[in-house]
């Protein structure tokens, strides 16, 4: 089992920056992959922002190619969603997904989500 953290979160003005920290219980070279997702306002569903495989594969949804940055640091033991030119639009929940590959199958783990805020 996986535990998440996250952290960095908090309240910027359009057009600043925000480090997201996903801190994981285990090593994060153990885990295949790690994502940052956004909580839908109403909802359930959440969507993918970034995310990075054990091989340092990335993926970005296409509103936050350009501006968002994605990385494992190892020795932390935390993958981080660096953004910039935060946008109203970019205001959510933002949560943390690990995603191990077990023998007997796939298991998803979720952190409990960090606030961002992007207003004037």
């Known amino acids: 089992q996986v535990q998440l953290e996250e952290s960095g979160g908090g309240w910027v003005q359009p057009g600043g920056s925000l480090s997201l920290s996903c801190r994981a219980s285990?090593?994060?070279?153990?885990?295949?992959?790690v994502g940052w997702y956004r909580q839908a306002v109403l909802g359930p569903q959440r969507a993918l922002v970034a995310?990075?495989?054990?091989?340092?594969?990335?993926e970005y949804a296409d509103s936050a190619k350009g501006r968002f940055a994605i990385s494992r640091d190892n020795a932390e033991n935390t993958v981080n969603l660096q953004m910039n030119g935060l946008k109203p639009e970019d205001t959510s929940v933002y949560l943390c997904?690990?995603?191990?590959?077990?023998?007997?199958?796939?298991?998803?783990?979720w952190g409990q989500g960090i606030q961002v805020t992007v207003s004037s």
């Open positions: 995310s990075v495989t054990d091989r340092d594969g990335t």
């Open positions: 997904d690990a995603q191990m590959n077990y023998t007997t199958g796939v298991q998803y783990y």
């Open positions: 285990l090593p994060i070279s153990t885990i295949y992959q």
